[in-house]
């Protein structure tokens, strides 16, 4: 499959773009997105809220651990394979 | 019916965030002169007045900084500068101004201005040259994320125009409940549960089944378990994974590292390409979801009214919005080994065989490919143009497609 003529090589990112403490409000994406999930949180039942307080989160990696523990909420169920 | 096409089970749709078609790809017309990029004489006046030229210095990060403004009122801006705004044609010459309004900074403005050299985007660049690039994939709505994704996912906004939650409105379905309908196989990958999706307020709370994980993909690749449909969303922020790993957004957003998308934009095609199973029955469209604010010279055209759909002035800030025009155009790529090698798809450069595709051409490619009823569905939707028509004959040896390794 690759030969010496069609294998492109990709460069690695820089070892220090990594930032987790970017603040959220530079990125109108994740600040919505996370809009989204409290909207979603709160109409589940008290007994399943998160208790993380919505101001509390300032940053992606603030939003990374609180989005990943509403879609747990949602998730609810183990993936399946290929939608089957 | 071509033979690629009667090979076909499997199609795969990328989205990745906020980047032009110019931005990306524009310098690759001086590698083939069908691609419409830039010349290298494109300007943009900024508040002095002064054309600013458009730039091969885009960077990978740290330079479009702030976040460029890419919602309705500042797409507007950016499209209709100079004019009296619709149904006038769109100048393209407000893109420096808009970026002004946010930092006040005339120097800074002008990196609105910058494109990418074909080097530094290695995987976007060949796949462009390699298999069939659009000249004319615009975003479906002039503004933002959510509302631009809907189309992809429903073949219509429901009359948003922001970011905002959107309520699905009867009779109009997802394309992955019509697939379900019809008993085909269909899955959302996003990339794990930090990430999870932009789609969260009906897909993901209503259907949760429907959804995956980029790591489930690429197992679902090697093990031949790829549902006939796959939409798959990139990692959209900067997080630690399991064990403290560093996990770096993929989804080329600004400010996120664009090479951490190339990367993830290979894996993708890697993961597909190393099944040869998978590789001669899949397609597989990259496509990214608006402009982020970054400037393009192709005026977007009028569409078909998105009727009944109204956004209301409140959300434009203007007038009423009949989701008769598009947004700006966008990176799109459609990637087969039964493409022909330099495929370039003609868009509104050329009047007598151009074809403009938006985000709706997705659902509508996937209704016609797997036979769903193709009714109830938008107007958009049932306008949008279908692109499984561009896999031929002749399927090419491995040899002839690139493969990507990290270096």
Redesign the interface.
């Known amino acids: 499959?690759?030969?010496p003529?069609?294998?492109?090589?990709?460069?690695?990112?820089?070892p220090g773009?990594?930032?987790?403490n970017?603040p959220l409000a530079?990125?109108?994406?994740?600040l919505?997105?996370v809009k989204?999930?409290r909207?979603?949180e709160m109409?589940l039942p008290p007994d399943q809220h998160t208790g993380i307080d919505g101001s509390s989160i300032q940053t992606?990696?603030q939003?990374?651990?609180y989005?990943?523990k509403v879609?747990?909420l949602?998730?609810?169920?183990t993936?399946?394979?290929?939608?089957? | 019916m071509s033979a690629g096409l009667d090979s076909l089970k499997h199609i795969v749709v990328l989205m990745m965030e906020n980047r032009s078609f110019d931005h990306m790809l524009g310098a690759l017309k001086a590698q083939n002169p069908r691609i419409n990029g830039l010349t290298g004489k494109e300007t943009n006046p900024d508040t002095t007045n002064e054309p600013v030229k458009v730039q091969p210095q885009a960077e990978f990060q740290s330079q479009l900084d702030p976040d460029p403004d890419h919602h309705f009122p500042a797409v507007n801006k950016q499209l209709f500068f100079g004019t009296n705004g619709p149904p006038a044609t769109p100048s393209m010459q407000g893109f420096v101004q808009s970026y002004f309004d946010q930092q006040k900074d005339v120097n800074h403005s002008h990196k609105i201005m910058y494109y990418f050299t074909p080097d530094k985007l290695p995987v976007l660049t060949t796949l462009a040259m390699n298999f069939a690039v659009f000249n004319g994939w615009f975003a479906s709505i002039p503004g933002p994320t959510i509302c631009n994704r809907a189309f992809a996912h429903y073949g219509t906004s429901f009359g948003s125009v922001t970011m905002d939650p959107f309520v699905v409105k009867a009779p109009f379905q997802s394309i992955y409940n019509r697939m379900q309908a019809a008993g085909r196989t269909v899955k959302l990958y996003y990339y794990d549960v930090a990430s999870s999706t932009m789609e969260v307020v009906n897909l993901l709370s209503n259907q949760p089944t429907l959804f995956g994980t980029y790591s489930q993909f690429l197992s679902d690749c090697t093990n031949g378990d790829l549902p006939e449909y796959s939409f798959i969303e990139p990692n959209y922020t900067d997080h630690e994974g399991d064990g403290g790993a560093e996990l770096l957004a993929s989804d080329q957003h600004p400010d996120h590292d664009v090479q951490s998308g190339e990367l993830f934009i290979a894996t993708i095609y890697n993961a597909i390409r190393q099944n040869p199973d998978l590789w001669k029955s899949t397609a597989l469209l990259v496509v990214y979801d608006e402009h982020g604010g970054i400037f393009d010279h192709v005026p977007p055209p009028a569409c078909v009214a998105d009727a009944p759909f109204v956004a209301p002035a409140s959300d434009t800030g203007g007038a009423p919005f009949a989701f008769d025009r598009l947004g700006v155009r966008v990176p799109a790529i459609l990637i087969s080994p039964w493409i022909a090698k330099g495929t370039v798809v003609p868009g509104t450069e050329d009047p007598a065989n151009g074809r403009v595709f938006e985000h709706a051409s997705i659902p509508a490619t996937v209704t016609k490919q797997f036979n769903l009823p193709t009714d109830p569905r938008s107007a958009r939707e049932k306008a949008a143009p279908t692109f499984l028509d561009l896999l031929g004959d002749t399927m090419r040896p491995d040899s002839d497609c690139p493969v990507f390794q990290e270096s």
């Open positions: 499959m690759a030969t003529t069609n294998v492109v090589k990709i460069p690695k990112p820089s773009s990594f930032n987790k970017r530079k990125n109108t994406l994740i919505n997105q989204h999930f909207e979603m109409k992606e990696g939003a990374a651990e989005i990943a879609t747990k949602l998730h609810g169920k993936f399946t394979a290929g939608g089957k």
